[in-house]
């Protein structure tokens, strides 16, 4: 079968596209026939090799994957073959950037019905990061306040939506390129960062900050006087520490997204039901992958990409 990977960490050049022998499913794994996968910074992380993320090479990226089954290994209960599922595959082993991929059943829900299976791709990481960051570590409930800083970008959107469903009061920073996105995805108030700095534009404390920009930690400790005392401060950004105010009971936390399929599996539902719009900016064949992780080195890549074999 086809495949893309890289047999050291390094640039984007390391990235190879090979034939190799079509894996085979060991017990309590399915083999997916694969109708895209996502790319991620992460992906681009591991590939160069600063991001700490154990693979064996050679790799294959691609940790978001749709696709149909067409193999099962022992033990596998609840799916069939033919199946149209969707997952977030373990960072450490082979993705799903190729023709086929084995994946853990328990890594694996039924695809969305109400959008095209390569798309559903897009969904997994960006919106479990989403949903854990607001609940799972922010603790948000309805009728608390929540500022969400970089929010248009694809998992700012789908926490704009998230954190509305459940009741909250959104305020979000947008540029004007994704303003108009960020008030479609529900936000309650806006603020241009290119006209007004957070801190002026924010009246009243907020229950929850969620960071999901790479501010400076000047800029992000100053923030931080914007949450009320006992709240709570969540960023994405693994990179660098998240602030806190133990003085006044504002605690801290760097998410880092974890596999979750009964949670994955109430995403599918609420993208079924039109809560959440799985956004795909392009679509690239195999092929073009090396050139994607190309892209993002030389910098972000705004929106989400898929991969079709």
Known sequence: MK?????????????RIEQIDQPTPAAGQVRLRVAASAFNAADNGMRAGFLPIPVKLPHVPGYDVSGTIDAMGDGVE???VGDEVI??????DDGGAAEYVVAPADSIVAAPTSVPLADAAALP??????????????????????????AGGVVGKYAIALAKRAGAHVIATASPRSADAVRAAGADEIIDHTQSTVLDAVTDQVD?????????????T???GLVRDGGVVVSTTAWMPAPDDADRGVR???V????????LHELVGLVDAGVLTVEVTRRVPLEELPAVHAEAAEGRIAGKVIVTP
């Open 3 to 15: 495949a893309v990977r890289f047999h050291e960490v390094g640039g984007p050049e390391v990235l």
């Open 78 to 80: 609840g799916f069939a």
């Open 87 to 92: 997952g977030f595959l373990p960072m450490t």
């Open 125 to 150: 990481s960006v919106a479990l990061t989403a949903r854990q960051a607001l609940f799972d570590d922010g603790g948000l409930e309805a009728g608390q306040r929540v500022l969400i800083v970089g």
């Open 208 to 220: 929850l900050l969620l960071n999901l920009a790479p501010l400076e930690p000047d800029e992000f």
């Open 222 to 224: 100053a923030l931080v």
């Open 252 to 254: 801290s936390v760097v």
């Open 256 to 263: 880092f997204v974890r596999s979750d399929a009964e949670k």
